[in-house]
């Protein structure tokens, strides 16, 4: 999924409140790795990095365990690039989409 958001924001911040994890009882949402990719946009092509993350724990067999997030800083806002598979080992398999994603301004 991507969001356009047409404001400024601190990016390390959304980042880090990622990274921190959410904890609900014995479930985990913990950071397993980054991917590097690329948008075009409006800005012209920028590279960012989507973090991987794993949801662990009782409870969570039937969840969708694999999520993935990254923010393209742009100009006058940015972008949240978000993912959602049943592992994080399939979120490899989203980098050819975001890549074949281009932001237009009209």
Do not use: H, R
């Not at 993935?68 to 490899?92: F, H, M, N, R």
């Amino acid at each position: 999924m991507f969001s356009y958001y047409d404001y400024k924001t601190d990016i390390a911040k959304l980042k880090a409140e990622k990274d921190a994890g959410v904890t609900q009882g014995d479930s985990k949402f913990q950071n397993v790795g980054d991917l590097q990719s690329s948008i075009s946009t409006p800005d012209g092509i920028k590279s960012f990095t989507l973090t991987k993350y794993e949801l662990s724990g009782p409870g969570t067999e039937n969840s969708m365990k694999g999520m993935s997030y990254g923010w393209v800083e742009l100009g006058k806002g940015y972008i949240q690039v978000s993912g959602v598979c049943p592992t994080a080992t399939e979120l490899d398999d989203t980098l050819q989409i975001s890549e074949a994603i281009s932001l237009v301004k009209q």
